[in-house]
């Protein structure tokens, strides 16, 4: 049995602005934002100084979950390699399930062409954090150029989201020979 | 000494509406993209049924420019990898100049959510054409899986593109090594 809490306007625009830019792109208007959050536009104002800063604070918001489900616990046994692997097993098992398209964090960055927009700057930073985290691992598991392989990790990973995202291949059989592929020529453990 | 034909009412609109929408996302308006033609809205909905249609025509309409200047010239002496590997160099090259901002077909995809878009269905189709030169190639050069093959490499092309296109990576001694390696892996000669 699971108990609703009651959400804060704030949680439910938090989260009708990430359910409705991610599934309507960032273009969504304030009043479809509020409309789905049952807030009125006067209140976001309060809460938020703009669209833009509540498009980045949902962003933010999420930034712990996409961790927590993007990347293997910390110490769980697993070698550097298998840690490297899960991150792209998760990629292939979300690309699988209805409504998904593709990484939000990429999704937001190509569609506002503003670099400086708060959302992207969010955005950037947390696919920062997602390329620290394979370059550790490449460093633990003994990579022949962790730089390298870390760059090559997140393009694969962007790319993998991407051409799920759009609906172009549905990454089975595809996502792991070519990250092993990576991974041996790197001669990661 | 080059001599500017005058462009069509027509062949503006497509220009402005390749510009625009590269530049600042599929949301432009039909204002903005009349002006910038030159070209009152009246005239517009006389050659376009709308904007949708609009965005569709400017993508097919560089499609032939596109393949010219990703692809290499048809029987030019190079090697199936050679080829593959021009197709990369071109995209090292571009990533470079200034107001790149990835492929416009991938940004067109991932910036219309509805499947059926006209723009999208355009863009799907010219991407699909640039997969299917990768498995031809694939499999004049004896790859041991064409089909696998040719997904990765247009993996990569669209994942270095979104990672070029949001300024995240400039491409420099990653692209090459990363066709190369899934090349070798192949047995692509």
């Known amino acids: 049995m ?6 804060s306007p704030r949680e439910r625009l938090l989260e009708a602005a990430a359910t409705l830019t991610y599934r309507d792109g960032v273009g969504i208007g304030v009043q479809a934002l509020c409309k789905a959050a049952g807030v ?37 046994g697993r070698s550097p390699r298998e840690r490297i692997l899960y991150v792209f097993e998760r990629v292939e098992l979300q690309a699988g399930a209805p409504e998904f398209h593709g990484c939000r964090y990429l999704a937001v960055q190509i569609e506002l062409k503003d670099q400086a927009h708060p959302a992207r700057r969010v955005a950037h930073k947390i696919k920062a954090n997602l390329t ?5 691992e490449a460093d633990h598991g003994g990579a022949s150029d962790p730089d ?8 694969v990973f962007d790319g993998a989201n991407a051409r799920a995202g759009i609906g172009a291949d549905h990454l089975t059989g595809l996502i792991a020979p070519t990250v092993t592929t990576l991974l041996d020529a790197a001669d990661m453990h």
């Open 2 to 7: 699971t108990t609703k809490v009651k959400q």
């Open 40 to 76: 009125s536009k006067r209140s976001m104002y309060q809460l938020f100084k703009s669209k833009d800063e509540l498009l980045a604070a949902s962003l933010k918001e999420r930034s712990a979950a996409f961790a927590a489900r993007a990347l293997p616990p910390a110490d769980d």
């Open 132 to 136: 620290a985290f394979f370059r550790a």
């Open 148 to 155: 390298l392989l870390a760059r090559q990790l997140i393009l």
